[in-house]
């Protein structure tokens, strides 16, 4: 697999919030709660 230059990402991220701002937010809150899952999971096992 080929990696993909930053720019290019980060530019693709800016026109989708730009475009779908409603959907952009829901992603960002599905990441972050997916992120919080993980890490409450890494914690957990850790202990």
């Known amino acids: 697999m ?3 230059p930053v720019y290019i990402v980060a530019a693709f991220v ?4 730009i475009t779908n701002p409603h ?3 829901d ?3 599905n990441i ?3 992120i919080g899952q993980f890490a409450a999971g890494v914690v957990g096992g850790a202990k």
């Open 2 to 4: 080929k990696k993909v």
């Open 14 to 17: 800016v026109f989708f919030i």
């Open 23 to 25: 959907a952009a937010a």
């Open 27 to 29: 992603v960002a809150v």
């Open 32 to 34: 972050a709660s997916g």
